[in-house]
DNA sequence: TTGTACGCGTTATCAG
DNA sequence: CTGATAACGCGTACAA
């Protein structure tokens, strides 16, 4: 923090109807004075309030507009008590899920004349704190907190202060918390039912580590319509590793070395299913006819890219931080519907399950 | 913008020493009441200012600290004229590029307490405009523009106001700007002459569109490094096409469909270099041995993918990012230094090159 | 219809 | 050492 410099600009004092050209930016006196108003009357000329001659209103925003004023936010925040301001918390630092969200709250925030300020914790539960801090020593009407795991985290602590807050593709335990998060389990029934309805029967489901609640939830879902539908797979066809390519290599390697073959396979990644697309084609399978594929994210830099290009199950991440947005405003406007909110998944059809029933 | 709602709480006339617990935020006003100070030195006591009576300074920071007491950030901006914020203007939407951008220039941001709006103007100029008039309002100290292209775009229009602008990964025609780029020549010579020195002769380029500042001058490094070690290529070596891996495929048709076969691709970008190598790989080349392969841009979640793993160029732009956030605040601070800088790359070598001369 | 005066929360200056 | 008082820039009752 640096000394403040002396400002002698500005002063009231000098000479009216000069149309002063200091550097400091130009203050409705400024403008009351040079339209030769008061400063009562030049306020509600600009703000369209109170009742003036048009002649009046005319002179004092053609004055504003000639010498560039511009209403100082802070001033009229410091009034208002009302920023219009919210605090953006991410608490993995930006990745593959945190753009498209950001996108979907900025586009929200933005055309509702609010401003974002941006904030990467890093997963630093101090720093985390600090920004806290710094945001509520801001003023903003309220905080998104977002991550991209659907795992609980601990609660953002905003020490007392009664502040409207919305986890984005985040969960925390509180039950009166508000989250928003995708519906792993719609959309892991989505890609099966796909997967069926095109005639598959023998399904495999290769996704990525056990710990990540997506996961569970995902597969747990698999399991389900399958049930439902009566189809019977063995144990080794649900298969966790990691969220890369390489699993999905190895996956592949697993799942042709035994007995019963699948003629589907679930991935819980695009990354996955782009490796198990290129091990099948390795190994003079084919894609779709042989096997189909279904991937996980709709990244589209993979899902594209992948040979053939992959049809996916697409988490509407950036409709999700839209709506997160839209529900932190509400929020800030007094409303309060609270709790877990889980957002459907939609499917992208490519070429990777072929288009027609036994593709 | 909605009416605001009337505030009546928080009154200087209530009954002294009360610890009051009303909704609204405690002011310096009420530390200074609880504490049995006048105003002017609760001030002092918080901000370590002037000479006070330890005793004194301790009871008011104790008061201030029991009562939660957090200085609003909108007043004391108002009274320094300083607000300890900056904006970021992303021209593009939040893409490869600007997610390392924004980590760095968040980071050094962040680490100097001070906070960042985030604004994305999608290639919109209006909007543009709209989210630099926000700025302006709010008072923001500085605000950098950042794209995720090396050619010039629009000067920010910051309407008169002597406003420090930087331009990161983004530039602009008029010579007293500051922007920040990194250096694609460097760049592409680092890659060619890394390929040398493994003792590779016959080296092609394929990249991504010419209109692109970036290919240009990509290409130029890499030619002249080729004349500066005498070596000579056809002209059928350098192939300009899209920024994807379908592009690397056919340029590896291309290429192998003529008489003199090259030893080396440095590809414009990891995405080509791996299509470049799958498409190697399936025509039955191996990869460093017959055909050694640099990438650029080090996105790893594609060049650790490659197999084998791809040696590519580092454009660095979280480093690139940092600087950018340091030079806006040395401007700032009233220093000046403009134009437009350079900034290196550098080789992250993986496997595609094999590891010694021949290899 | 227009002008005056006060408050928003803080800091800084200048008496006491 | 401590306490009034005047800014900072703006909105808004209330008086003229």
């Not at 930016?25 to 306020?43: E, F, K, Y």
Request: proline content about 4%; some cysteine; glycine content about 8%.
């Amino acid at each position: 923090m640096r000394g403040a410099a002396k400002a002698e600009v500005g002063k009231t004092k000098s000479s009216p109807n000069l149309p002063q050209s200091s550097d400091a930016l130009p203050t409705i006196r400024d403008v009351a004075r040079v339209a030769g108003v008061s400063l009562g009357t030049a306020s509600k000329a600009l703000n369209g309030q109170g009742k003036l001659r048009l002649e009046t209103r005319a002179k004092v925003q053609a004055v504003a507009q000639q010498l560039g004023f511009r209403p100082n936010d802070l001033a009229q925040s410091l009034q208002r008590k009302r920023t219009f301001t919210v605090g953006l918390i991410s608490t993995d630092s930006y990745g593959r899920f945190s753009m498209p969200l950001l996108e979907g709250i900025e586009h929200a925030l933005g055309s509702e004349q609010i401003s974002v300020f941006l904030c990467n914790a890093a997963d630093d539960s101090t720093l985390e704190q600090q920004h806290v801090n710094s945001l509520l020593a801001k003023r903003v009407d309220g905080i998104i907190v977002t991550s991209r795991r659907t795992d609980p985290r601990t609660p953002l602590n905003v020490a007392g202060a009664k502040l409207p807050v919305i986890y984005a593709y985040a969960r925390v335990e509180d039950s009166k918390a508000t989250c928003l998060l995708p519906d792993d389990f719609q959309g892991g029934r989505l890609a099966t039912e796909h997967l069926i309805k095109l005639g598959r029967k023998r399904i495999a489901h290769v996704t990525g580590p056990e710990r990540f609640e997506a996961v569970r939830q995902r597969r747990e879902a698999w399991r389900k319509v399958l049930d439902e539908k009566g189809l019977e797979v063995p144990l080794s066809f649900a298969l966790s590793g990691a969220w890369s390519e390489a699993w999905g290599h190895e996956a592949v390697q697993r799942l042709l070395s035994k007995k019963t073959k699948p003629d589907a396979i679930f991935c819980g990644s695009d990354q996955i299913a782009r490796g198990v697309a290129d091990a099948l084609r390795e190994c003079g399978v084919r894609v779709p006819e042989d096997i189909a594929l279904v991937g996980y994210d709709n990244w589209e830099i993979i899902a594209v890219a992948t040979r053939p290009s992959l049809t996916t199950v697409d988490m509407n991440i950036r409709e999700l931080g839209r709506r997160a947005a839209l529900q932190l405003l509400s929020l800030i406007d007094g409303q309060r519907h609270q709790g877990i909110q889980h957002l459907p998944c939609s499917l992208v059809v490519r070429e990777s399950c072929g288009t027609k029933k036994g593709g």
